[in-house]
Every structure is written in structure tokens, then in C-alpha cells.
């Protein structure tokens, strides 16, 4: 793979059309030549296999009538940005067509690019359109009903159309229906349309052929893998895991980390509500390949919770704390107390948030604990190379057409990804559907919003307010008498010294949980994990942890410290979910350290922790309203 063209946000791949598959190098392992081919940045190109297939073909034979020039041929998906899944799809070296989830009608759409047209033209037995007597550049124009002479078969509007134009071919979306096309003003959208190219076709491909075409490139992936591995472990005497969630990467991870050091043990999280093929493969691999199964349960920890926090969301993931973090935290002290190196399999392809991923890393919320990162600038594609290279049994759910594997009603995944839930196990889907619908009613809010997924944001991205917009729907929950506070444990003396205090705050949700980070800079020292969505803020005799779900838990050196730091850092919390942006905190800022901008943004370099800004702001208020006499009392 080549670097990105910044210039306009593409990715080059190759392909060599002698193995017709996707090359992962320089050069194709048979010797032929390659040629080069762009899709959409970031380009975490991954292969299209099992049920997948069978998707991507459908769509074809539903549109085109035909889906000849793809069967037995190599296929890979590319994801880019979208209302919901949306996908390339590469086939033949090129990117030939765009398949997206629709929200609305709950099935995938295809979107036919150039490359597609041209490889579909003669196959294609439907949605095909000739049209005359229009000159000059076509790129983007509309296509009047009078200059449209041949149409093959029945289409609705909005459905992809090849075209046709003497001897150019070209791709288009039908703007009426087949039997209206004719004496619509206009019939159909231009997308583009050029003398064909004179791209070869490639030949039946398989997992085999892509193997032997990478192979070298794939065994210098792992042996630049295996040496960071060595060389980290050296001088280090910690017992190695490998965090294994059941997915690819964690699988690739192993895979490098088992040739690197023996003894080898495993570490899996069990949310209790992961999928139920994931608890038994990786059981099973652990049998299997004879290895130490250290696994933390969180048990029924997530239902058990739901009523108290409501829908976990993606801007507000209280289960990774409940049911991920907490469990592991325990596991390790407990089976590790003098630390453990952990390999995992994160990768900067992944997310905007581990783009940055190093070869070492600590998580501060998980003591005794380091991470390698091995994996770290591998595509999916690569991924799926070494697994197959080194013949590693995987998960059977990527067959079922997931992309991702994890807790099966994530927040994080798509509404196409939970359409399948209700494929592959429609009673773990009719268990969460049921109660999102219920949990709307209590709400207030419509059926749609359950089933439409917009459940999985507290505060919508703009794709979605602008779909709730087109279908009138309410999104926003009946309003609540405003922030509430329970105490779990007042302020209290620690078993390891010093003092405690715990609370679960009930706050409006209005910005990225990262918002509360930023209003801890002016406490002091902060660290943030957008993951689990953990805030941790230190300052010479106190720690404070806030976490998404609302929990607040504070520790210090003496009583006053303890109470000084949990109102501290409760009015953060405050300041950062209901800020008004009326400026005032960095009118009185001393050091000007503060401007706002959609909520607080702080200049920690400026920053001097006085408190100055706390005072003026008028939402802070709301603590001595939350500090019921309750709440108040609960003190040991």
C-alpha cells in the first residue's frame, strides 16, 4: 500500500490482474506486473468473505440483473464515512461501485461508479439506459426524457443506471422511474460517462491465491512485529499476555506474540453480553492451543445497570467502565499483582482515536499493566493475510458478515450491523429491542427512535438530526427536574489509608464526554481515555476519576482534601455538560487560558488552577442543589 495523497484524501492500493488480487506490497509474489488503483482514505481495506459475499452479489443481481462479472472473482470492501454502513467495493482493481445501509428502508443501496458500468455494460440485463443528441462535457448533467431511446428493464427513481452513448458507457442515478423516464424533464443524473477503458479483467481468485501473492510482504509484517516484541522484552522480567477479545486483531496480535516469547497466557473480558459464538472460540482456542485462560466476567453487570443509566451511547459509554474496564482492573491485580505486558491487537486504522497508537502504551486506569501494540500500522487486509498465512483459526461471526466483533447491542456498531444481530440471533435482538422500545415510551420519544438507532448518541452528529428532521420525529426525552446526585459512599476513610468519596451524578448529557477532560484542566493534571471514556485529574494530595456513566470516585490524602476535590471536580462535571458559552469564566480568567467555543477550552501552558473561573460560573450552582441533605448525610 502507498501513503495518502493528502491532496485528495485517497489511499493507492495495487492489484495484479495475473492473480487478480489485491497486492499488499511492492511487487505481486508470482512475479507479474502490478498497477496501482485509489479508494477513499484512511483505505482500511478489508477482504469480502462468507455472507458478505452473498450481499454484495444481491445487490448486484437486484439492480443489474446480474452478478456474473463477480462471481469466483477476489472481492474487498473498503469503509468510508456515511449515514450508516458504507462501503467500496473493490473488485477487478478498481473501486466499481458504493454500497450504504439506508436507516430508512433497512437495506443496502448501490451506488455504481465508472469502473463498474464498464465491467457491467454487457452483462447487464436491467436498469440500462441509451440516450442521444446530447454533446459536449456530460459529467454531472441531467438527461432529458426526450433524448432517452433504449431502456432495459423496470426501475424505480433513484435507482443506479449504467448509460449508455454510442460507444461510451458511463454510470448515473435514474431521476424517474422506467415507465416516466421517457417524458420526465429530467430522467437521469450523469455521473460519469467515458470511452471505456481497457482494463483487464481479472480471473478467479481466492484466500489461497491472495496468500501467495503477499506472502513475503506478509512474513516481513511479522518479523518487524516479533523483533519490537524481543527487543521490548529483553530486560523486562513481566509474565506476557494477550488480550483476546475474539476479534482479528487481537487473533493477529496472538499470532506474532506466540513466535516472539513463550509461555504466552491469554486474557479475555466477558461483558456478559458478548456474543455467544465469541465465549466459545475463544474457549476453545485457548483448549486447543494449550494456553492459560485468565478471563474476568462482568456477569449480569450491564442489566443490572441499564435502569440506573439508560442506553449506553456512543458519547456515552458507561458499560466499557461497568462492564470492561472494572472486571479487568480486578483480573489483574489480582492474577498479575506485580504486573503483567500485555499484548494487544489496537490499530491506528481503527478510529480517530487510535490513530496515534504507539508500540508501547499505558493505560493510567489500569495499574500493573503495559501494552504492546504490534499490529499497530496493519490494514485489515493485512491482517486477514496473516491470519489465513499462519493458518489461525478465527472467529466464525466474520463469515456471518461482521465486520467488527464485540458486545453484540455496542453502542459503536451500525444499524446494518444490528439488522444482523437479528439474522444470526434474533432472541438476543428481540431481548435490547424490547427494551429500547420501552425505554422510549417511558421517554416520550417514538418507536423510531428505537429502531432507527438513535439511541446510540446522546447528542446527535449532524447525519442524524438531519434524518430526524426528514422523517419529523422527536429525539430529544422529556425533560428531567434537572442534575440529581446520589452518594454511594461519603466521605469516608480508605482501607490503604487516606480518604474516599463516591457518587453516581445524574447530569444532562450536551457535549463529547472529552468536554469533561477539558474542565478538569483547571483543577490540574489530567488524563483522558476516550475509550472507556474515563477522566482522572491529579493534583499534589488528590485524584479524582469521572467516568461516562456519571460515576465520580475521589481519593485523598486527608478528609478536607477529599471533599475539596469531589466538589471540585463535580462543578467540572457541570461546567463542561451544561456550560451556556456566555463567556464570562474567560472574562474573569486571570491568565487567559480560557476560551469557549461549543463549551470550555482551556490552555493547560496558561492554565494556574486558581479557581477564579469556577466562582463566576452561574451553572455551578446546580451542586449545592444536587448536595441534597441526604447525600449530605452520608459520611463514615
Known sequence: MDRKNAAHGKTSFRWCDGCGTLVLGTGCGCGSPVRSFEVNSPGDVRPCMGDGVDVVLSLFEREFGSSAPLKGKAIFLNKVPGEDRTDEIIAHGAVLALMRFNLSTKRFELDVRQAGAEIFADSAIKNVVAFSGMSGHLKGKSVPGANIGEVAGEFRAGAPIILKKGSKIGAGVALASSEDIRVSEKAVKIRSIDSPSVMPLSPDSDRKRFVEANRQHLFDLESVAINEIRSYLKKRNFPVTVSFSGGKDSLAAYGVASRAVRGLE???????????????????????????????????????????????????????????????????????????????????????????????????????????????????????????????????????????????????????????????????????????????????????????????????????????????????????????????????????????????????????????????????????????????????????????????????????????????????????????????????????????????????????????????????????????????????
Open 266 to 636: 491469554l486474557i479475555f473480558v466477558d461483558t456478559g453480553i458478548e456474543f455467544p459464538e465469541t465465549v466459545r472460540y475463544v474457549d476453545d482456542f485457548a483448549e486447543k492451543n494449550n494456553l492459560v485462560l485468565h478471563k474476568a466476567r462482568a456477569g449480569d453487570a450491564f442489566f443490572k445497570n441499564v435502569d440506573a443509566f439508560g442506553p449506553p451511547a456512543k458519547d456515552f459509554r458507561w458499560c466499557c467502565k461497568t462492564c470492561k474496564l472494572g472486571p479487568i482492573t480486578e483480573l489483574i491485580a489480582k492474577d498479575f499483582p506485580d504486573g503483567t505486558i500485555t499484548v494487544e491487537g489496537n490499530r491506528m486504522l481503527e478510529s480517530f482515536s487510535r490513530a496515534d497508537t504507539r508500540f508501547v502504551s499505558k493505560n493510567p486506569f489500569v495499574p500493573n499493566q503495559i501494552t504492546l501494540n504490534p499490529v499497530r500500522e496493519w490494514n485489515a487486509s493485512e491482517i486477514w493475510g496473516y491470519i489465513w498465512l499462519r493458518k489461525l483459526e478465527y472467529n466464525p461471526l466474520y463469515d456471518r458478515d461482521f465486520e467488527r466483533i464485540g458486545c453484540y447491542l455496542c453502542a459503536s456498531s451500525l444499524g446494518s450491523e444490528w439488522e444482523n444481530v437479528e439474522r444470526v440471533h434474533e432472541d438476543l435482538y428481540v431481548r435490547w429491542n424490547d427494551y429500547l422500545r420501552e425505554y422510549a415510551a417511558k421517554k416520550g420519544l417514538s418507536q423510531e427512535y428505537a429502531d432507527m438507532g438513535f439511541w446510540r448518541w446522546k447528542v446527535l452528529p449532524p447525519k442524524m438530526v438531519k434524518l430526524a428532521e426528514e422523517m419529523d420525529l422527536r429525539t430529544e426525552p422529556k425533560k428531567t427536574d434537572g442534575p440529581t446526585m446520589r452518594m454511594l459512599k461519603g466521605a469516608s476513610s480508605c482501607a490503604a489509608g487516606g480518604y474516599s468519596v463516591e457518587a453516581i451524578a445524574n447530569i444532562p448529557r450536551s457535549r463529547d464526554f472529552s468536554s469533561v477532560a477539558e474542565a478538569l484542566r483547571t483543577i490540574g493534571e489530567v488524563r483522558y481515555s476516550d475509550e472507556f471514556e474515563i477522566a482522572m485529574v491529579k493534583t499534589k494530595g488528590a485524584t479524582a476519576k469521572l467516568f461516562g456513566g456519571g460515576e465520580i470516585s475521589v481519593v485523598s490524602n486527608t478528609l478536607e482534601g477529599a471533599e475539596t476535590m469531589f466538589e471540585r471536580a463535580t462543578k467540572a462535571l457541570l461546567r463542561a455538560q451544561m456550560c451556556t458559552s456566555c463567556g464570562i469564566c474567560a472574562e474573569k480568567c486571570p491568565c487567559k487560558a480560557i476560551t469557549i467555543k461549543d463549551g470550555l477550552s482551556i490552555n493547560p501552558e496558561k492554565c494556574n488552577s486558581c479557581g477564579m473561573c469556577e466562582g463566576s460560573c452561574m451553572v455551578v450552582h446546580y451542586y449545592d442543589k444536587m448536595m441534597t441533605a441526604d447525600n449530605k448525610r452520608v459520611r463514615t
